[in-house]
C-alpha cells in the first residue's frame, strides 16, 4: 500500500513569514500534485510534478518534487491570510486515475 | 466554481439506510471519479469510470456501487449504512486521457451523516 505522510499535520503563522511543509513516503509516484482545499468546498489543484529534481514556481509558492519521486516540498514566501486552508499532496501511478492523497496539512495565517 | 455538481449538499440517514448521491461533470469531461473524505483516513479513492465504464477501483466497499450513465452523469450508491460511513463524499472530473497531467476538478462534495 502506498502512502504519503505530510507534515507538519497543523502549522499556524504570522502573515509575512516563509514557511515549507512537507510530503514523503517510501513508494515511488509517476507524478506528484499538489491541492488546496477550503472549507466546504473540493480541493482545488495547484500544480503537477512529474519529473524528479522539479520545481515549479506559482506566484510566491515554490514546489519542488524530490529526485527519487518519493517526496515533495512546498514553500510559501510571505503567507497571506488567503493561503489559510488544507493542503493535501496526492500521488499518482501510471495512467493517473488512482490518487493518493495524504492526510494534508492545515495552514492558518493569522493577520 | 470547478463546474462539477454534485446534489445533495447535505444528506442525513439513518443506519440501514442506503442513499444515492449523484454528480455531474464538466462539460466535455469522460471520466468521472469519487472519493471519500474522513477525519481519520483523509481522503481516499473509491472508483473511476470513464465514458461509461469502470475504469480504477480503490479502498470501495462491496456495500457501495456506482455507475454512469450515457449522459455522462453518475450515481453513487451506499447501501446498509453504517455510522463509519459518515464522510465527505466527493465527485471529480477530468477529460480522461491518459496520462499524468490529466486534471482531476472536484466537485463542492455531499456532506452524509449517519445517525
Known amino acids: 500500500t502506498q502512502l504519503l505522510e505530510q507534515s507538519p499535520q497543523f502549522l499556524s503563522i504570522q502573515e509575512g513569514e516563509n514557511l515549507t511543509v512537507y510530503c514523503n513516503s517510501s513508494?515511488?509516484?509517476?507524478?506528484l500534485q499538489w491541492y488546496r482545499q477550503e472549507p466546504g468546498e473540493g480541493p482545488v489543484l495547484l500544480v503537477t510534478?512529474?519529473?524528479?529534481?522539479e520545481v515549479k514556481k506559482l506566484k510566491r509558492l515554490t514546489f519542488q518534487f524530490g529526485d527519487a519521486r518519493k517526496d515533495s516540498s512546498l514553500h510559501i514566501t510571505a503567507a497571506q491570510t488567503g493561503d489559510t486552508g488544507l493542503y493535501l499532496c496526492?500521488?499518482?501511478?501510471?495512467?493517473?486515475?488512482?490518487?493518493?492523497f495524504g492526510k494534508g496539512i492545515t495552514l492558518s495565517v493569522r493577520p | 466554481d470547478s463546474g462539477v455538481t454534485q446534489t445533495p449538499k447535505h444528506l442525513i440517514t439513518a443506519t440501514g439506510q442506503r442513499v444515492t448521491l449523484r454528480c455531474s461533470p464538466r462539460?466535455?469531461?469522460?471520466?468521472v471519479y469519487w472519493y471519500q473524505q474522513s477525519l481519520d483516513q483523509g481522503l481516499q479513492f473509491l472508483i473511476q469510470y470513464y465514458n461509461g465504464e469502470e475504469r480504477a477501483k480503490g479502498n470501495i466497499l462491496e456495500r457501495f456501487s456506482a455507475q454512469q450513465f450515457p449522459d455522462l452523469h453518475s450515481e453513487l450508491n451506499l447501501s446498509s449504512l453504517e455510522l463509519g460511513d459518515s464522510a465527505l463524499y466527493f465527485c471529480?472530473?477530468?477529460?480522461?486521457?491518459?496520462?499524468?497531467?490529466?486534471?482531476?476538478?472536484f466537485g463542492p462534495g455531499t456532506r452524509l451523516t449517519v445517525l
Open positions: 496526492a500521488g499518482g501511478t501510471g495512467a493517473n486515475s488512482k490518487l493518493t
Open positions: 513508494s515511488v509516484f509517476s507524478s
Open positions: 510534478v512529474v519529473t524528479g529534481g
Open positions: 471529480a472530473s477530468s477529460v480522461g486521457r491518459q496520462g499524468l497531467r490529466d486534471t482531476q476538478y
Open positions: 462539460s466535455g469531461d469522460l471520466s
